[in-house]
């Protein structure tokens, strides 16, 4: 078992590995040698390409090549940001199906959630990092924006979990480059850090109190944050694009912009400018056959762009930055000469123009240089990967496993228990949650319950009590700091009826709670009575769903459905358990567990599935039992020889030869699938439909 920190960045990833009980980190290299993995997806046919591959095929298929996913993590596709987005990418967005609220993208006319799409980009780390390492890469910190929304936070976790990883934590971004710089202070003592984090999509500035005793565990303290989604290096970018499409349009006297090969095109050109204007005071764009208008073969061949007209360009968004980090330091009472150290972070703080603000409002003596600002994040998440070991009761203090539901102890519940391990941090929420209620003629009045930068987890849900106007209760939940509910961010609705014997007009109690991982829990009680409701919002489930959990229509049930994945992961257990690793199986008894306790079951259920599809060598002899069905003698026997290799190598001990040989057996049984009618699945009436991707590569 191996635990690595991973930096999902909008434009490039990074993954580091620290050895448990170690405090120096390093990057970890990725299959072809670099240190940076580009966060792009392509498709070259049927084939899904990641990273420096998907770039190079992207001229060829820009419409199946996405780029910056990050941004639309966790977002609705009636979300109005998502149409700044439309208006610049190179690929389609589309609804959801269904009733799913969430934006997709098409790879391949195939709808995919952004969520999809970055389980790729980790599938692709997790691979690369185990070859690195030689050993299966199973555990993961994964880091996002301070100012992430707890949706976005949501969709990171469940890219994570498709990728067959054990999410230890979703850190914050500014958080891990904090412990990347505070693991290399020679002195122990008290630091008031402020990072400055620019990355390609979003921007956070964050104030953390770090205290590093001589002895004992070095402590995180987070204060406060602020920050914004849409600011970042691909806004530097766009200014760039904004002025070759200005440039075409002077020039050849049309519109560039439907065509989407030129968006993306113009897209590369604009990041190259702007890396080499870090360095030069005039940059030449040039690309060739970039589009074509009224007929005409476009090259842009002459365009010149000068620092001071770029700085010009991104003066107001390098402003907004700065004018969040004053206001960060006011919302604590602070100046800029209470912040002993500034930490830049993120490729576009090596922008000039940014580092020089950074530096005249702080002074460039408190600028620390010591990190690379594009591997921090990362090494920062490797530190706490390493350092984590496992979660204390908040009844008996007993440590137990991560991955555990109740204190092996004292049976108490771990929801609301806190990591332990060498490096503590203690995180607080950005924006308030509450829900939207009636406040005398105001109809859209938002409540907070949980205040924002309230430490979690929480040891007790945070509650208020309001009057139900009818039997039917519907509680809105929001996040955000506005006192208009509609215009903070919807996280879902949830519904109850209550019993006949109470008035319309009852006393409600509405509590909301966070867990260690930000999952959001509503509970609703009527005080002096047994009534009683509780369920965790799901992100990116239809919205108003009953808390009663009813079904829809004549359809299967979300019971139904968990119920069938349970069965078949017993069965899938029974058969197949010798040829798991112990933690593989933990891990998926701990989830079948969760799911008879779960009351809508969708998101447990794919947790099982992943939980199953990471099993490599089991699930390739899975497939092959069921692919002998039907089968002719002379492919019986193919099959039956290659299990036999696997089954004798597992048996010797020798992971590495067993996983190499079901890759062999795992040819075979496509091939005999391929040739019954054409498919390249295992017939599933027995599995509820879940053995479709069995025969995955």
Avoid at 301 to 328: G, P, Q, Y
Wanted: hydrophobic fraction near 40%; charged fraction near 30%.
């Amino acid at each position: 078992m191996k635990a690595i920190g991973i930096d999902l960045g909008t434009t490039n990833s990074v993954a580091a590995y620290c050895e448990p009980g170690q405090t120096l980190a390093r990057i970890l290299e990725n299959s072809q040698s670099k240190r940076w993995t580009p966060s792009a997806v392509s498709m070259a046919g049927d084939e899904v390409i990641v990273g420096e591959y998907a770039l190079n095929n992207a001229q060829g298929a820009p419409e199946n090549t996405i780029l910056s996913v990050k941004r639309l993590m966790g977002r609705d596709f009636d979300d109005p940001e998502i149409e700044r987005v439309r208006e610049r990418v190179n690929y389609q967005l589309a609804a959801g199906e269904g009733g799913d609220p969430r934006v997709h993208v098409l790879l391949r006319a195939k709808a995919r959630t952004p969520a999809d799409v970055s389980a790729m980009i980790l599938r692709k780390i997790k691979k690369d990092t185990t070859r690195k390492l030689g050993e299966e890469v199973t555990h993961a910190v994964i880091t996002v924006p301070a100012y992430f929304k707890e949706g976005q936070r949501a969709a990171t976790r469940d890219a994570g979990e498709k990728a067959g990883l054990i999410v230890r934590r979703i850190l914050d971004e500014p958080t891990a480059a904090a412990i990347a710089f505070g693991v290399a202070v020679p002195n122990p003592d008290k630091h008031r850090i402020l990072v400055f984090d620019l990355g390609g999509g979003t921007f956070d500035v964050s104030i953390l109190q770090m205290v590093q005793p001589k002895s004992g565990q070095p402590q995180f303290v987070v204060l406060d944050y602020l920050g914004d989604n849409w600011l970042g290096g691909d806004d530097f970018d766009y200014a760039i694009v904004d002025r070759i499409i200005a440039w075409a349009k002077e020039r050849y006297g049309g519109d560039p912009t439907s065509d989407l090969r030129f968006r993306l095109l113009a897209k590369q050109a604009a990041e190259q400018a702007k890396r080499q204007l870090d360095e030069l005071s005039t940059v030449k764009i040039t690309i060739p056959a970039a589009t074509n208008i009224r007929g005409v073969n476009v090259d842009v061949d002459d365009l010149m762009i000068t620092r001071a007209e770029f700085e010009d360009a991104i003066e107001s968004s390098v402003a907004k930055a700065i004018d969040l980090a004053n206001e960060a330091l006011r919302k604590q009472q602070l100046v800029p000469d209470d912040i002993s150290d500034v930490l830049l972070v993120g490729g576009a703080t090596m922008t000039p123009l940014v580092h020089e603000r950074v530096e005249g409002l702080f002074g460039n003596a408190k600028v620390r240089r010591t990190v690379n600002p594009m591997e921090c994040v990362a090494l920062g998440a490797a530190v706490l990967a390493a350092g984590t070991t496992g979660v204390e009761c908040p009844h008996c203090r007993a440590v137990n496993d991560e991955i555990a539901e109740k204190c092996l102890q004292c049976d108490t519940g771990l929801a609301n228990a806190r990591d332990v391990g060498t490096v503590k941090v203690d995180d607080v929420t950005g924006m308030a949650l509450g829900i939207r209620a009636v406040k005398g003629a105001d109809a859209d009045a938002f409540v907070p319950i949980i205040p924002s930068g309230t430490p979690y987890p929480l040891s007790t849900p945070r509650k208020e009590q309001f009057r139900a106007t009818d039997r039917k209760i519907k509680v809105p939940v929001f996040e955000g700091n506005d006192p208009v509910a509609s215009r903070n961010s919807e996280q879902g609705v949830i519904e109850c009826e209550l019993p006949e014997q109470f008035d319309a007009n009852s006393p409600v109690e509405v509590s909301l709670n966070f867990d260690r991982n930000r999952i959001i829990t509503v509970t609703v009680t009527v005080p002096g009575s047994d009534f009683f409701r509780t369920e965790p919002l799901r992100h990116g489930q239809p919205r108003n769903r009953p808390l009663t959990g009813e079904k829809d229509g004549g359809r299967r049930s979300q019971e139904e459905e968990l119920a069938d994945t349970i069965e078949f992961a017993n069965r899938f257990l029974d058969a197949y358990e010798v040829y798991m690793e112990p933690e593989q199986t933990r891990k998926l008894r701990g989830d079948i567990d969760r799911g008879w306790r779960d009351s809508g079951g969708p998101r447990i259920a794919q947790l099982i599935m992943n939980d199953i599809l990471s099993c490599e060598v089991a699930i390739r002899l899975c497939s092959a039992d069921r692919a002998r069905e039907g089968a002719t003698l002379e492919e019986t026997r193919k099959i039956q020889g290659a299990v036999t290799i696997v089954q004798q190598a597992w048996a010797r001990g020798d992971r590495a030869e067993a996983t190499e040989k079901s890759k062999t057996l795992n040819a075979i049984v496509k091939r005999t699938l391929e040739r019954r009618q054409g498919v390249t699945e295992v017939p599933d009436r027995d599995y509820g439909g879940l053995l479709a991707v069995l025969t995955r590569d």
